[in-house]
């Protein structure tokens, strides 16, 4: 029976003997011509960190040529600053998502405590004062562009082929950013802000059909309650943003995937089958 060839414990082999491990390929840099490896030191490799991270990223994600395509797309000629207004009221939003999430750190949805709770913000809470009013006219600040965007794309003709769908989505955003003010302004829970959402609310009971049930589901049951208030809270941070996040990814997507419109002067110089296409 042949012997078993002897495999030294673990413990037993002499570590300094040990090859050591490769570099991996990521770190190392491809030498410049008239250099060898040896010749790169870890600064040189250091300061490239960063762009090895971006492509570790990239490499598994191909995400550079969405970004591409998306960052430096064309756009037609005549493009302006009316174009502008999309992207402004997407950051009149993500403003508003951040100064919400910081006021929701110091906010209590209850009756007894919300008045007081949104006081100690203004009055105690470092900066809150400041955070609060960008959140207050930050609100007004949307609503406002949300109309001016849609009636540029109104002026323009952009709702037009192929662009019904991103209109549609639109729609769905100024309903959404309605409702965002709307559930927003009880939260305060001032005397003020309370009898308007009891007018607001008793408005939508008398619309057709789904209006009482409406305000019911607004107002949690058929009074107003503890429950209205945290009610109006969740829908106001969770719901109604969750929902404007994912349309604006639909509506971005659209404006990437069919071009901007060309302004309509430029439109009118062109043959008619070519209008079809702008
Ligand atoms: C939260 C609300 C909204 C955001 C963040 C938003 C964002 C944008 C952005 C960034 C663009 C591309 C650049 C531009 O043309 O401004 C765009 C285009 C467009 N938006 Fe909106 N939008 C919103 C609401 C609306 C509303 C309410 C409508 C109409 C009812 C609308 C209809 C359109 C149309 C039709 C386009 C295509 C414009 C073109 O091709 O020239 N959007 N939107």
Redesign the pocket.
Known sequence: MPSKPKIPKPHKIPVSKLPKPPIPSGLTRVPKPGTTRDDVTVGDVAAEGGTGVVAWIDERTAGSGFLRGFLFRKVPKGTNWW?????A??FA?ISQAVTGVFLAMYYTPDPVQAYESVRNINNEVFLGEFVHGMHKWGATVMTVL?FV??AR?FV?G??KYP?EL??VV??L??MM?MMMGFTGYLLPFDQRSFWATVVGVNLNGTGPIIGPYLADFLRAGSDFTATTLSRFYAIHMMLVPGL?GAL?GV??YL?AKLG??APPWLKSKLPDEEKKKV
């Open positions: 174009y502008t207004l999309g992207s009221t997407m939003f949300v965007h849609m794309t323009f952009a709702y662009r991103n209109w639109g729609v955003l100024l950013t404007i604006i509506h971005l404006v901007t419109s």
